[in-house]
């Protein structure tokens, strides 16, 4: 649904829209203000606190989302501008008591200290899975293997290195965010890259 | 609420891990924080909440003559604008950043000079940007150098550790030294960025206050409340149930904890208040820039006849925070004439505050640079040189070291890089377009511990709570506590709840200073020891209710036995730089720590990790740049001040040395949270030497400082 917005004058208030946030499933209509992020969106007016805020500049990475199965900042984009389209957030990864497989490995590996970085880190692992299964390639994917492999499989220490290097963990688990993530690229392999409903990027439509 | 958490669920017992060394335990609180359900301080679910934003000084000198909140009142949800001239007289506490809108001065660029609340949060940053202050601008200075005007020396450094120590003649015996070095070595400004902002949620019931507060640690911060406000510590509650990150800098309450609960006692309703990224540059204390001066003389045979450290350091005008930057050398290596001075230079800027081990962390880097020159003039190895300065005991204070394995971390290292084999000279080895090089420095850091109370309840169901109020901002402080409550009261690690971060439970320090697995584990070694042995003794098939007991390690701190208490360490680096771009890769580091007893290697190992991967971001990327016409940390957001991201760090081994310590405190540790950061960028920067043969100086390094295009 596009968001409707109301006239400028006549409120009173700052000009507003309904929009429909469509987030880990479930759709609820909300009355916003133009200027609000996703980000804060989802933290203040649906109480989903667990995309964090670290920068609200695009600049760290703690916001990340999936937003129609691939993986924005959720801090640089306007909620109205999302209106009715999917949203994944780190709340919806999980399948009831069953952690998704990028999530068991960050447990599994200590791939976190302090965790404000931490549900930005996994949905961020969570599309960097679903990008490497649909072939795209990164900054540092040897020339001819761009694109033609389509295999989760292509992912080495190197990949992720560069694929996560948009994610700040000031904490400082590099070190273990990495075989985190390919544990979970292993874990996941052959059954798609993606154990959520959030879709994998390219085949998704 | 209150850190209340479910425990890991293993059978293991303390009887089974042998005592010495705990079986590895995965975060209590890791669920929560792999699946977002984690609260941190602006997200306690509050009804009818305001949002407060500072409007912070755009001059870095002079005086608020007026703010136009009449304007900004008009504008719609906007409940109040605070400035000095309309927020009410509070008490001071002595910390300048808790006196927050009690005057016209400014005294930094970036200090809180007003406060919107509004309705919304998107209204109440608007209107920040909106509102018109009008200033009496004075002339600045910002900008650090060896010749300051303003120098003097204060009278004691950070933490009361003395301004200077001197032994023997150290100008004499420099004179007469066979080989000498004398340089002067600098590092920016440091800014420690946590990850979660500085924020606070604060509700008033009555005339209680109730603030949800990211720190590291509550009591200080209701201790401010309290005073600052007035208030019996009844009537103030802080909880900090997960903290995103500290590294110093929520050592004390900053801005906001005081903003929070103001703007919600104004306006009837509870606040949240976060300061933004760009404001923490200036609010939440930085590490001061240093220059300084190292001078060593040995012998031909590399030991050290003299070791002289004087290091400048900056403050602000309205409040002094002298960092501590020589106090490592004076445990680090023998030599008989010695000396470390410290200067402070006045000037119109932040206040600067903790930073992962102030002191050690930039003076190891100008000592250990100077160790690795003083071993190029020799001829020697620099491992060895190190082993040969090795002291008997503390070279100044003359008290036996409780333990001290710098040699064994040193030997380990080299062994596990391969380090027999390296060809000293600079410059030796290239692939490609890469010259390639490998460094060492020496790491260590204090085993401070603080008086720390705890309670244990054994209930009838056979299970424990604990209740201390230690503060986990990831350092994994809860789940270390737990294996050591565990591990006391003999009982399985998912049998012992474990309750922190809550200023109502039993008071206990901060975490700083790596001393909080000491401090609180103490108190809960005892605690839990002591209700161990009442169960025993009363109570042998269980107690028919509740049964707790209390306890403080106040008096065990005192007359403790005269030694030196220090962990040690050794860093090595190796790096490639290109011939073609100057551009430096860090290929792998090598941490190999001897800190007392590792508690939980889980988390004792990201411990080292950190500090480590902090410390190669001190080396090659983090600057504070500051503008001499502004005043201002030019670059203070995060995309313009760079912190090591994940293809920074490649390869990064950890190992520590199994060492047992009985005079540290009962539990024999020593603490981690710091030592990794001291020596690592030294240990690259001294890679950078032996790749390249260029020597840098100051931090960080560029890459026109190595490049053959810039020379
Ligand atoms: S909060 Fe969105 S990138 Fe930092
Ligand atoms: S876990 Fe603290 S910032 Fe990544």
């Given amino acids: ?205 | 609420m209150t850190g209340t958490v479910a425990a890991p669920s293993t059978e293991q017992t303390a009887e089974q891990t042998g005592g010495r060394t705990s079986a590895p335990a995965h975060r209590v609180e890791g669920r929560e924080k792999v699946t977002g359900r984690a609260h941190y301080a602006y997200e306690y679910p509050v009804d009818e909440v305001a949002y407060a934003w500072a409007v912070c000084a755009d001059v870095p000198h002079g005086r608020v003559r007026h703010v136009d909140v009449d304007a900004a009142m008009g504008l719609p949800g906007v409940l109040a604008v605070l400035w000095h001239g309309n927020a009410p007289r509070m008490a001071s506490t002595g910390d300048a950043m808790q006196d927050q809108l009690q005057s016209d001065r400014v005294h930094f660029r970036g200090e809180v000079v007003a406060v919107v609340v509004a309705t919304t949060a998107e209204q109440a940053r608007e209107v920040a940007g909106l509102v018109r202050v009008d200033y009496a601008t004075e002339p600045h200075r910002s900008v650090l150098t060896e010749d300051d005007p303003s120098l003097y020396r204060p009278e004691q450094l950070n933490a009361g550790i003395p301004t200077t120590s001197e032994m023997g003649d150290p100008d004499a015996a420099f004179e007469r030294s066979e080989v000498r070095v004398d340089e002067v070595y600098r590092t920016p400004g440091l800014h420690n960025n946590a990850m979660e902002p500085h924020a606070t949620t604060a509700v008033w019931t009555d005339d209680r206050v109730t603030l949800w507060d990211s720190n590291q640690g509550s009591t200080p911060v209701r201790d401010a409340v309290c005073q600052v406000f007035e208030l019996p510590r009844d009537r103030v509650r802080v909880v900090s149930t997960h903290v995103g990150g500290g590294f110093g800098s929520k050592g004390t309450p900053r801005p906001q904890v005081v903003l929070a609960v103001l703007a919600a006692r104004h306006v009837g309703r509870p606040v949240r208040m976060a300061l933004t990224r760009q404001q923490m540059f200036a609010l939440v204390g930085y590490r001061t820039p240093t220059i300084q001066r190292v001078r060593l003389g040995a012998d031909r045979t590399g030991r050290l006849q003299v070791i002289d450290h004087r290091a400048v350091v900056q403050t602000a005008t309205h409040q002094e925070f002298a960092e501590q930057v020589g106090v490592a050398t004076r445990v680090m290596y023998a030599a008989r004439h010695r000396r470390t001075d410290h200067h402070v230079a006045v000037l119109d800027v932040p206040i600067p505050s903790w930073m992962r081990a102030p002191g050690e962390c930039p003076g190891m880097y100008a000592l250990e640079s100077a160790m690795d020159e003083l071993a190029v003039r020799l001829g020697m190895d620099p491992v060895e040189l190190r082993i040969r300065n090795e002291p008997a005991t503390d070279p100044e204070r003359g008290t036996p070291f409780s333990s001290r394995n710098l040699v064994a971390c040193l030997r380990r290292g080299a062994d596990l890089v391969g380090w027999a084999d390296r060809d000293p000279r600079p410059r030796s080895r290239r692939e490609g377009e890469w010259w390639i090089g490998t460094g060492v420095a020496s790491s260590t850091y204090p085993a401070y511990a603080s008086p720390a109370s705890a309670s244990a309840t054994a209930h009838p169901d056979g299970g424990y709570t604990v209740r201390v109020n230690a503060t986990d901002i990831g350092t994994g402080a809860r789940t270390a506590l737990l294996v050591l409550a565990a591990e006391a009261l003999g009982a399985a690690r998912d049998r012992v709840r474990i309750l922190i971060g809550d200023s109502d439970l039993p008071e206990a320090g901060v975490a700083g200073g790596s001393m909080g697995t000491a401090s609180w584990g103490w108190a809960v070694t005892k605690v839990c020891a002591a209700l161990r042995a009442e169960l025993e003794d009363r109570f042998p098939d269980g107690p028919a209710e509740d049964l707790t007991v209390q306890a403080s390690t106040e008096e065990d701190l005192q007359d403790r036995a005269d030694v030196t208490r220090q962990a040690f360490g050794a860093q090595f680096a190796t790096v490639r730089v290109s011939d073609v771009t100057g551009e430096i890769r860090l290929d792998r580091m090598v941490g190999v720590f001897a800190a007392g007893r590792i508690v939980n290697p889980v988390t004792a190992r990201s411990q080292f990790l950190g500090g480590m991967t902090m410390g190669v971001g001190m080396a090659l990327l983090e600057e504070g740049v500051m503008d001499a016409a502004f005043g201002d940390y030019a670059n203070h957001d995060l995309a313009t001040y760079h912190v090591p991201v994940n293809a920074d760090i490649r390869d990064i081994h950890v190992e520590w040395i199994d060492e047992h310590d009985e005079q540290v405190n009962p539990m024999g540790t020593k603490g981690i949270g710091e030592i990794g950061i001291v020596g690592a960028a030294a240990a690259v920067a001294n890679a950078v030497h032996h790749a390249t043969g260029i020597r840098v100086r100051s931090l960080p390094v560029h890459l026109e400082d190595v490049a053959s295009w810039a020379r």
Wanted: net charge neutral; with cysteine; proline share 6%.
């Fill in chain 1, 1 to 205: 649904m596009p968001p409707s917005p109301s006239p400028r004058s006549g409120s009173g208030g700052p000009p507003a829209s309904t929009v429909e946030l469509v987030v880990n499933g479930r759709s609820r209509t909300v009355r916003l203000d133009n200027r609000t992020s996703l980000l804060d969106a989802l933290r203040e007016e649906l109480r989903l606190t667990g995309s964090k805020k670290g920068c609200d500049h695009g600049q760290c990475g703690a916001c990340t989302v999936l937003l129609d199965g691939r993986r924005v900042n959720s801090c640089l984009v306007l909620a109205v501008a999302a209106s009715g389209r999917p949203v994944t957030t780190v709340e919806g990864l999980a399948a009831g008591d069953r952690l998704h497989p990028v999530q068991q490995a960050f447990l599994d590996r200590d791939a976190y200290q302090c965790g404000y970085c931490t549900p930005g880190q996994i949905c961020s692992a969570v599309g960097v899975l679903a990008e490497a299964a649909a072939g795209w390639p990164s900054a540092v994917t040897p020339p001819g293997r761009d694109g033609a492999d389509g295999s989760v499989a292509g992912l080495d220490a190197a990949e992720v290195r560069e694929r996560m290097s948009g994610n700040i963990c000031r904490c400082g688990a590099y070190a273990n965010i990495v075989p985190a993530v390919l544990d979970a690229a292993a874990a996941t392999a052959g059954a798609g890259a993606d154990g959520s409903d959030g879709g994998a990027v390219g085949a998704r439509s």
